[in-house]
């Protein structure tokens, strides 16, 4: 069975410092892997994504992802945190042969200034 | 802009009052889903369109329906909301093998009286 796990549902982290949310997977095959975030009361919204080619990938906002296939990883990581980066963020994979997106439970961010 | 649109924001509905929530897209994506989200859990894939062929969630309840007219709109109809059916309705579509992520609305928060 396909699936993603974040294993961490709230992140704490100070204004300025480095900060990661983790996602690990489990896929048949090559995985097209994202990054959304969520705001309150809003639709998700697109960060990043791993389909092939360079393991690091760079999205919006400062954000970045690495893909490890060797430990199935797929973390999220921003150099320096802001105030503004605090919300929900879900890391999902999308089902091999289909067009369904299977979603990790979410991990809360809370940027501390 | 192309974007995902979804009418009402907020919708207030009674106990089995029925009730129908709207979404459009300006992308001219082939794949549209609807998604339910309780209390900032991940998202709950209810069904998805690809072009006019209509895949439903095994575990969809039978009191929720879809229809999708054309391309641009697609609608959720909720035939005899329940207390539980309380939640955040989020429409998303995508571009078959060109982009692969997901783009959302801003979602139809659903509150049942």
């Known amino acids: 069975a396909q699936s993603v796990a974040q294993p961490e549902d709230q992140v704490n982290v100070a204004e300025g410092n480095p900060l990661t949310v983790k996602c690990t997977y489990s896929v048949s095959g090559n995985p097209y892997l994202f990054w959304y975030v969520q705001y309150p009361n809003r639709g998700l919204q697109f960060l990043l994504k791993y389909i092939t080619g360079d393991n690091l990938v760079k999205g919006s906002y400062g954000f970045e992802a690495e893909f490890n296939k060797s430990q199935t990883s797929f973390h999220l990581k921003k150099p320096s945190a802001l105030v503004s980066d605090s919300a929900l963020y879900f890391c999902a994979v999308r089902a091999l042969g289909t067009y369904k997106y299977i979603f990790g439970t979410g991990t809360r961010l809370k940027v501390l200034a | ?113």
């Open chain 2, 1 to 113: 802009d192309a974007m995902v649109i979804q009418n009402p924001r907020y919708q207030v509905t009674q106990f089995g009052k029925p009730v129908t929530l709207s979404c459009s897209q300006t992308l001219n994506h082939n794949v549209m889903y609807w998604y339910q989200q309780k209390s900032s859990q991940a998202p709950k894939l209810l069904f998805h369109y690809y072009d006019k062929d209509f895949n439903n969630e095994a575990d969809t309840p039978d009191n929720f329906q879809s229809r999708r007219p054309n391309t641009s709109f697609c609608f959720l109809d909720i035939r005899s909301p329940g207390l539980g059916d309380a939640a955040m309705y989020l429409c998303a579509t995508s571009e078959r093998e060109v982009s692969y992520e997901q783009y959302f609305g801003p979602g139809t928060r659903l509150t049942v009286t």
